[in-house]
C-alpha cells in the first residue's frame, strides 16, 4: 500500500520549513520582516502625522477663525444695542453716526451668521444656536424700528418698545451668541489638543524597525564577520532619518502651536471677555437713563459689569479685573500698552459716570443724556476709548497667533510625503543589503 499523498497546502507547509532550517531560507524570511516593518514604520507615520497636519490646518483655518467670528457677532449685537439706546436717548434728532453704526452692527451680525452656518457642522450646539439667532435678530430689529418711529414722534411707548428689544437681545440673543462663542472656543482646544498629541505608536514603530534592523546586522556580523552590510546600514539610516524627522518635526510643531496658544489664542480670548464686559456696561449706562426712573436693575448691572471689567477700580489703580487679566497674558510692549490705555480710559470712564448719575439723580435729566452721549467729556468718549484700545489689541494679538499657529503647522509640511518615500527606499535597501547575503549561496 503506497504512502499518502499530500496536499497541496500540506506541500506549500513543507516546503516552508524546510527552507526555514536554512540559511537561505530564513535571510530571506527576515529581508522579508525587515522590509514590512520598515514600511509599516513609514506608513504608520504619514497616518499619524496627517491627522495631526489636518487638526493643525483646523486650528489655523477653520476653529480659530469660527471662534473669532463668534466673538465678533456677540460684539456686533451688544453693540448695536447700545447704539440703539444711544440714539433713543438723543431723542427724535437721532444722529446719523449712532444709525449707521446700529445698521453696520445688525448688517455684521447677520453676514457672520450665514458663515457661521456654512461652516460649523461639525458642531450641533453652535448650529442650535445660529437657528436661534437667525430667528430672534429680525424680532429684535423689528422692536427697535418701532421704538424709534415712536420716539421720532415722542410717543412714551418708544421706551417700553426699546427695553422690550433690550430684553429680547438680553435673555435671548445675547446668551445664543455666548453659547455660540463657547461652542466654537470648545472646538478649538480640540483641533489644539488633536495637533498636539504626541504619535506614539509612530515613534514606537520607528523604534521597533530600528531595533530589527540592528539586529539583522548584528547578526550578519556575527556569521560573516563584516562589520557593515550597505544594504541593510542604508535602511538603518533612513529609518533613523525619519525618526528624527518625526520626533523632531512634532516637537517644533507642538511648540508652535503652544506659542500661538500662549500668545494668540488664551490672550484673545481675554480681550473678547473684556469687550463683551465693557459692551454690556455702556448698554446698561444708556438704559439707566431710557427707564427714566425706573432704571436701578440697569444700574446694578453696570456696576456688576465695571467691577468684573476694572476689578477694585480706584482702590486698586492697577486694577484686578479682566482688564488687568488681559495685561498680564498680552506677552510684548505693543499688546500690553494698548490693554494699559484701555484700563485708564475706563477710570475715566468710571468718574463720568458718577457725575452723570449725580446730575440724573438731582433732577437733571438733560445734563445727564448729554454727560453720557455727548461728543466731547462724556462717558461715551471713555467708552470710545476703551472699544478702541481693545480692538488694537486684539488685532496685534491676532496677528501673533496667526504667526505662532502657521510657523508651527509648517513643521507638518512634507513630513506625509517624506515618510512614504523614506519607507519605501528604506524597505528597497534593506531588501537589497538581504539580497547581497543570499548572492553569495548561488
Known amino acids: 500500500m503506497g504512502a499518502p499523498r499530500r496536499t497541496a ?11 526555514a532550517t536554512t540559511e537561505p531560507g530564513r535571510l530571506r524570511a527576515i529581508g522579508a520582516v525587515l522590509a514590512a516593518v520598515v514600511l509599516l514604520f513609514g506608513g504608520v507615520t504619514a497616518w499619524q502625522v496627517s491627522d495631526r497636519a489636518a487638526a493643525a490646518d483646523a486650528v489655523v483655518d477653520h476653529s480659530q477663525p469660527l471662534s473669532a467670528d463668534a466673538a465678533h457677532i ?14 433713543f436717548l438723543a431723542g427724535g434728532d437721532e444722529p446719523r453716526s449712532e444709525r449707521r453704526r446700529y445698521e453696520k452692527d445688525i448688517r455684521e451680525a447677520s453676514q457672520l451668521l450665514a458663515d ?35 420716539n421720532r414722534q415722542g410717543l412714551p411707548l418708544g421706551g417700553a418698545y426699546l427695553r422690550y428689544a433690550n430684553e429680547k437681545m438680553r435673555g435671548e440673543l445675547l446668551p445664543a451668541a455666548r453659547k455660540l462663542y463657547t461652542a466654537e472656543t470648545r472646538q478649538l482646544g480640540g483641533d489644539y489638543d488633536d495637533a498636539k498629541s504626541r504619535p506614539l505608536p509612530a515613534l514606537g514603530t520607528g523604534v521597533v524597525a530600528l531595533a530589527a534592523l540592528g539586529w ?15 544594504g541593510l546600514l542604508g535602511a538603518t539610516a533612513l529609518s533613523l532619518a525619519l525618526l528624527v524627522w518625526l520626533s ?42 431710557v427707564a427714566r426712573g425706573g432704571g436701578a436693575v440697569y444700574e446694578e448691572s453696570y456696576q456688576k459689569q465695571m467691577a468684573k471689567v476694572a476689578g477694585d477700580g480706584e482702590r486698586d489703580r492697577a486694577g484686578s479685573g479682566l482688564l488687568q487679566d488681559v495685561r498680564e497674558v498680552a506677552d510684548d510692549r505693543a499688546g500690553s500698552s494698548a490693554v494699559a490705555e484701555a484700563q485708564d480710559a475706563v477710570r475715566i470712564w468710571q468718574q463720568r459716570h458718577k457725575q452723570a448719575r449725580a446730575e440724573d439723580d438731582g433732577g437733571n435729566y438733560e445734563d445727564a443724556v448729554e454727560q ?31 504667526k505662532a499657529a502657521g510657523a508651527g503647522r ?12 523614506l519607507a519605501v527606499l528604506g524597505a528597497a535597501a534593506a531588501v537589497l543589503g538581504i539580497g547581497r547575503r543570499l548572492a553569495e549561496y548561488r
Do not use: C
Not at 74 to 87: M, V
Not at 377 to 399: I, M, N, P, W, Y
Not at 410 to 421: E, I, P, R, S, T
Open 9 to 19: 497546502w500540506s506541500e506549500g507547509v513543507r516546503r516552508l520549513r524546510t527552507a
Open 216 to 230: 539583522a546586522q548584528r547578526r550578519n556580523y556575527r556569521r560573516t564577520n563584516r562589520v557593515f552590510n550597505r
Open 248 to 289: 523632531a518635526g512634532h516637537v517644533m510643531a507642538r511648540s508652535g502651536l503652544n506659542a500661538s496658544y500662549t500668545e494668540g489664542a488664551r490672550s484673545l480670548h481675554a480681550l473678547n471677555e473684556a469687550r463683551i464686559g465693557t459692551l454690556q456696561a455702556r448698554g446698561d449706562e444708556n438704559m439707566t437713563l
Open 410 to 421: 509648517d513643521w507638518f509640511a512634507g513630513l506625509v510625503v517624506g515618510a512614504l518615500v
Open 116 to 150: 457661521a452656518a456654512a461652516n460649523s457642522a461639525r458642531s450641533r450646539t453652535a448650529q442650535r444656536q445660529i437657528a436661534v439667532l437667525n430667528r430672534g435678530l429680525p424680532v429684535y430689529a423689528g422692536l427697535v424700528e418701532t421704538a424709534r418711529a415712536d
Open 74 to 87: 456677540y460684539r456686533s449685537l451688544a453693540d448695536a444695542d447700545t447704539s440703539a439706546s444711544s440714539g
Open 372 to 402: 453720557v452721549i455727548g461728543a466731547k467729556d462724556s462717558t461715551r468718549e471713555s467708552f470710545d476709548e476703551v472699544d478702541k484700545s481693545l480692538s488694537r489689541a486684539g488685532a496685534h494679538e491676532q496677528r501673533q497667533f496667526e
